[in-house]
């Protein structure tokens, strides 16, 4: 899944309205086409922003906001206000829109896109190319990717390159020990041998292993850390 870009993830071809589109129209969009959020575009194609199940959900309970005390409005942002009661009050998908967009290139990771979501909390990024947009990545598609087959193909790895290249990941993580935790490939199988610190770290080190392109399996035949190599370390 590391190698898939967000060009073979992306849905491409995306539902989009104006902004003049009336809420009760998108509301309807969503529910009749089964999906969670609509970009905005303008008509040079330009992206304003997405109207997504949140905004609308936000929308109808603004109906049952009632006015604040005379004390909180004291300390509240003017500007907060306003923006919240546009938003819960607005009828067209400009005024109840998203406007921070999160976004990628279609030539960005499938890591990228994940780490994105993740880091930002969201559902779906969308995928433009010098500011027209080109699809939508959802968590679904991720998904897809991840449960889907690898590509067929490419060399088959000796067993040397794949030992190498678990050291080198080994390497790259600081819970991870080449010390004391040694590592034979046999016909694509990793096994470690030595000393494993940890359950979480055998663990983390079967995980590590599974990543490496061409491992067909992994073998713990590690002991426990003896208590006179942790009183060396």
Do not use: C, N
Not at 17 to 37: D, N
């Amino acid at each position: 899944m590391s190698q898939l870009t967000a060009r073979d993830l992306m849905t491409p071809d995306v539902v989009t309205v104006p902004p003049e589109t009336p809420v009760i129209a998108v509301a309807r969009l969503l529910a009749e086409r089964g999906i969670s959020a609509v970009p905005v575009l303008d008509k040079a194609g330009t992206v304003l922003g997405v109207v997504t199940e949140a905004d609308l959900i936000r929308r109808l309970a603004g109906e049952e906001d009632r006015p604040q005390g005379w004390l909180k409005s004291l300390f509240a942002d003017p500007g907060e206000q306003a923006e919240r009661y546009a938003r819960t009050h607005g009828s067209t998908a400009a005024e109840i829109m998203t406007e921070s967009v999160v976004s990628v290139t279609q030539a960005d990771s499938a890591a990228h896109v994940a780490h994105l979501m993740e880091e930002k909390g969201i559902r779906r990024v969308l995928v433009l190319e010098e500011g027209q947009l080109r699809g939508i990545v959802s968590r679904a598609d991720l998904l897809r990717a991840l449960v889907s087959p690898p590509r067929a193909g490419g060399a088959e790895l000796s067993d040397d390159r794949i030992r190498q290249a678990v050291l080198a990941a080994m390497r790259k993580e600081p819970w991870a020990d080449t010390f004391y935790t040694l590592v034979e490939v046999k016909d694509g199988v990793v096994e470690y041998h030595g000393f494993m610190r940890t359950e979480q770290v055998k663990r983390g080190l079967k995980v590590l292993a599974e990543q490496v392109p061409g491992v067909k399996g992994v073998v713990d035949a590690t002991q426990p850390m003896p208590s006179y190599l942790y009183a060396g370390m």
